[in-house]
Structures are given as C-alpha cells and as structure tokens.
C-alpha cells in the first residue's frame, strides 16, 4: 500500500485546513486508516482512525470536536477536516494504513501544518 498526504499549509488560528491521504496498491486488505501528527521535538501522537469496511471513527482527547475524519471509498482516500485551529496543533501530519492481510503498517511522507497565533 502507497500513501500520499496533502493538504497542509500555514493558517492562522481559528482557521480551517482538509488533509487527504489518498492509498494505492492493495487497498482491499486496509482494515483502518489514521492520521497521526509530529511537533518539533515531540513524539508522534495519534490523531483520528476511521475504519474502512464501516467508517467508524476514534479521535484524541485533543482534537474532539475540532476535526473529523472521512474517507471516500471509491477514491480511496481519506480525509482530515479540521477546523478551529490552535497554534499547538502545528505539526507534520502522517496517514498510516492498517491491512489484514498481511498483518501490517503503511505510512505516508506526510504534510505540514503550520498554525500562526
């Protein structure tokens, strides 16, 4: 499985940006989808997940309420709508693909997102 993020950019607080993550190769086996987000200096913490059979989504204490995953099937992507940015949501944004078969993880390259005060 191939992922490719888009969608970052620098926006002022208060402000809104739409991540997508669009998957390659074998999408059949993806069981989940999730974002996750990197600060400088900070670990790589979870975001949103969203499942791909029946869309049923999980989302950090954080960002509850401000954002909200989706995904287009038949595009076979997924998306990240957030909204009412804060300056510590700066980060670099990741997808990652969960499969079944085989049992694994995909990553994508990633996108800034740049929240200015």
């Known amino acids: 499985v191939q992922l490719q993020a888009s969608g970052g950019g620098l926006v002022q607080a208060g402000g809104s940006l739409r991540l997508s993550c669009a998957a390659s190769g074998r999408t059949f086996s993806i069981y989940s989808m999730r974002w996750f987000r990197q600060a400088p200096g900070d670990e790589r913490e979870f975001v949103a997940l969203?499942?791909?059979?029946?869309?049923?989504?999980i989302y950090a204490d954080s960002v509850k309420g401000r954002f909200t995953i989706s995904k287009d099937n038949a595009k076979n992507t997924v998306f990240l709508q957030m909204k009412s940015l804060k300056p510590e949501d700066t980060a670099i944004y990741y997808c990652?693909?969960?499969?079944?078969?085989?049992?694994?993880?995909?990553w994508g390259q990633g996108t800034q997102v740049t929240v200015s005060s």
């Open positions: 969203i499942t791909w059979a029946d869309g049923r989504t």
């Open positions: 990652a693909a969960a499969t079944v078969s085989p049992r694994s993880e995909y």
